[in-house]
């Protein structure tokens, strides 16, 4: 498969999603550059605060608290439908 235009290739050949920062939310694409991939706010290079991750088709996949990079607190996974499927709760290291 090709490269996708919206993709970022690291010389290390790492894909890294195309994304914008609106009203301090960063938001990343899937491949196709069209539909969210995930949402939330970064704070000195590391995820902060509340982020979902999405489905291609739009659906909510998962979603959790980061506190300075660190996944915390409770977090959701979603079944395809966008149904709360498990919680689990997480500490920092």
């Not at 498969?1 to 010389?11: R, V, Y």
Request: one cysteine or more.
């Amino acid at each position: 498969m090709e490269n996708e235009k919206c993709d970022l290739i690291h010389q290390n050949g790492v894909k890294e999603k195309k994304f914008e920062v609106i009203d301090g939310y960063t938001i990343k694409y899937h491949a196709n550059g069209k539909t969210l991939w995930s949402k939330g706010k970064m704070l000195d290079d590391q995820p902060e605060g509340y982020w979902e991750w999405y489905r291609v088709d739009g659906t909510i996949k998962r979603s959790g608290y980061f506190e300075k990079g660190e996944p915390v607190g409770e977090w959701v996974t979603y079944d395809s439908k966008g149904n709360k499927y498990k919680t689990t709760n997480r500490s920092p290291n």
